[in-house]
């Protein structure tokens, strides 16, 4: 029997308020529990995120090296163009990864607060470079 029973990606940010209803509408969550510096989301599926204030949170710089990727979320999706739409809509941006003949079957993107994910179709195509 495992003692841990959930796991709950957390990303620190300025804004937990505002970061938690990008996500919230992004994966159709509801909210589950939030306090002054936390509030945290599970979606459908089950997935938990968390956004935890740190009003020194820096952004990471990926796909530059100076402050590299810390982590990442990746979600499965059906529709890359209509999932596009939705991220800018809700104030996300494309990310350009530097690398144009990689497979177009993954596009990555950064939240409002400068998180970086990836949304892809299927299986990963290729490991990490670098």
Known sequence: MSLVTAGVVVLDCAEPEKLAQFYKELLAAEEVGAHVNRMEIRAADGF???LRR????????WPRPENSLQAHL??????????????????????????ASGPTEERGYADPAGHSFVVR??????????
């Open 48 to 50: 938990r995120l968390a």
């Open 121 to 130: 179709r299927g299986t990963p195509t290729a490991p990490k470079q670098g």
């Open 54 to 61: 740190d009003v020194n949170a820096t952004a990471p710089s």
């Open 74 to 99: 990746e979600f499965v999706v059906d529709d890359l163009d209509a999932v596009e739409r939705l991220v800018v809509s809700l104030g996300g941006r494309p990310m350009e990864t530097g690398d």
